[in-house]
């Protein structure tokens, strides 16, 4: 899956690939990270990467999010790349009729 992040008035583009059980390629700001990732309660993930081990505090409103790494808080709104794409064109592309096959 394609995302922007938007991390105050920076945009980063991300990919996120499964390549195994909860294990995932993730890329973004010409970067690439091999993670595990398993949701351990309903707002908390425990993080792998490498040999470092993370719990992380996953807030979520809507595409605004809140992780808590560390006692660090990090902020930052998460979209699909279509959707940012979309709203970009402010909605347009979507009006009109449309014929699906």
């Known amino acids: 899956m ?16 499964e390549v195994g059980v909860a294990r995932y390629m993730v890329r973004g700001d010409e970067k690439e990270y091999l993670v595990d990732a398993h949701q351990v309660q309903d707002s908390v993930w425990s993080i792998l990467y490498g040999t470092n081990s993370f719990e992380v505090d996953v807030q979520r409103k809507g595409d ?3 992780v808590l790494i560390g006692g660090d808080c990090h902020k930052f709104t998460l979209m699909n790349e279509q959707l ?3 709203s970009r064109s402010g909605g347009k592309a979507m009006a009109g009729k449309a014929l699906l096959t």
């Open 84 to 86: 940012k794409a979309l």
């Open 2 to 17: 394609n995302y922007v992040a938007t991390i105050g008035n920076r945009e980063v583009k991300i990919t996120v690939e």
């Open 64 to 66: 605004d999010y809140e």
